[in-house]
């Protein structure tokens, strides 16, 4: 059983029936899941996560499905020591968090299991979203595995593995010049789907702030001082700021947070910019591009919760320059041997360069995320 109580606005504070199908508020503000926690509470004790299955379905009372979930395995990925690479940049305490081992091969596949659970028991049965690959891939793979339809759209420069998972999952694939946003006006038309579009549905978060709870089990019921993540639509971000906040609420961590530290590409950093300003809100990025394919987004939506998330955690927000990615990227394979995504190796760059700043110190425990698996950009070493 659920402990989810309803859905809330952030932004203007309405509240919404968590049992019909719900996209944005009325006021434009992305949803977010609300749970009686204080049942929760009552109902399990952290340690008893560990006697559970090694993947996010062990959160269960956190998770908003009611009924059976959409499963492929996803989840418990390792939380891995690098001290060859930390050692070598100043943070021996350095650890990777690896979701380049989940199905489909990037973390959107647990945004997308609890999604497509959520959605297919609220009676959806035809999903559609407009992708830069990934999302796409694991929403596309989740809908036929709960026995739905998905209709994807993808810029043409999207990775190619990434149109193949859509096709070979059955989905149906519209590729269209430019960017996201370019890909969201491609499906715009087709009415009666349920859109599904990043946090334009609440649940979707709800599977990435999973990555929050493993990381504080994995750590023994404590937090890292600083976690990187490499943020486009900002959702993972969002959701272990949520999922920090939660466990705090029960009392399963104590008030101090890790600082959270969004990783932006210098050839698009909305967010970078709207921090360094001092803003609560991010305007449009012009002309973007990067190698970190995953996080080529210009005009995220929810970029008060990312800002937030940002300024109320004590963290900070970098941009790091493609050239550098790609360099990092073969450095840490030839010490660690792990081959990252760009997105995750922009997370070292960052490291790398707050230490040198002296954001970072020494002594810090610094969780870096690998968002996906290198082996799906074969072109980038
Ligand atoms: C989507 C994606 C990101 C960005 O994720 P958000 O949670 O939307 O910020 C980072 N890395 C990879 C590999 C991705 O596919
Ligand atoms: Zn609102």
């Known amino acids: 059983m659920s402990y989810l109580s309803g859905l809330e606005c952030p932004r203007c504070g309405e509240k919404y029936d968590a049992l019909v199908l719900q996209n944005l508020c009325s006021c434009g503000s992305p949803l977010l899941a609300r749970y009686d926690l204080a049942a929760i509470g009552k109902a399990v004790v952290p340690q008893e996560f560990s006697h559970r299955e090694p993947t996010l379905w062990r959160y269960r009372e956190l998770l908003p499905v009611d009924g059976d979930p959409v499963t492929l395995g996803e989840g418990w990925t390792p939380l891995l020591p690098v001290p060859r690479y930390g050692g070598h940049i100043g943070l021996p305490n350095l650890l990777v968090k690896?979701?380049?081992?989940?199905?489909?091969?990037?973390?959107k596949a647990r945004g997308a299991a609890v999604g497509v659970a959520r959605a297919r028991e609220l009676g959806a049965t035809h999903i559609k979203m407009p992708t830069n690959g990934n999302a796409g891939a694991a929403w596309a793979t989740y809908a036929a595995r709960a026995g739905m339809k998905a209709t994807i759209a993808m810029p043409l420069a999207a990775p190619t593995i990434t149109r193949q998972e859509c096709l070979a999952a059955g989905a149906e694939l519209r590729l269209v010049e430019g960017l996201i946003g370019?890909?969201?006006?491609?499906?715009a038309d087709l009415e009666g789907v349920f859109d599904a579009s990043t946090l334009k549905e609440p649940y979707r978060l709800e599977g990435k702030k999973t990555m929050g709870l493993e990381i504080v089990e994995q750590l023994g019921w404590r937090v890292p001082d600083v976690i990187l993540y490499p943020t486009g639509g900002g959702v993972g971000l969002i959701g272990i700021h949520k999922a920090l906040d939660e466990m705090r609420q029960l009392g399963w961590i104590g008030a101090r947070g890790p600082r959270l530290v969004a990783v932006q590409s210098t050839g698009c950093a909305p967010i970078v910019r709207a921090f360094q300003q001092g803003e609560r809100r991010a305007t449009p990025w012009l002309d973007a591009k990067t190698v970190a394919f995953g996080i080529t987004v210009p005009s995220p939506l929810g970029d008060e919760l990312i800002l937030d998330a940002l300024y109320s955690s004590g963290g900070t927000a970098v941009a790091v320059d493609d050239d550098e990615i790609l360099a990092d990227l073969r450095d840490f394979g030839a010490r660690e041997g792990l081959m990252l995504?760009?997105?995750?190796?922009?997370?070292?760059?960052?490291?790398?360069?707050?230490?040198?700043?002296?954001w970072l110190s020494p002594h810090d425990e610094v969780v870096v995320l690998n968002t996906g698996s290198g082996l799906k950009y074969p072109g980038t070493v």
């Open 98 to 107: 690896d979701e380049g081992l989940i199905p489909t091969g990037s973390f």
């Open 182 to 187: 370019d890909a969201a006006k491609a499906i």
């Open 341 to 358: 995504c760009p997105e995750g190796a922009a997370c070292l760059t960052a490291a790398r360069k707050l230490r040198a700043t002296g």
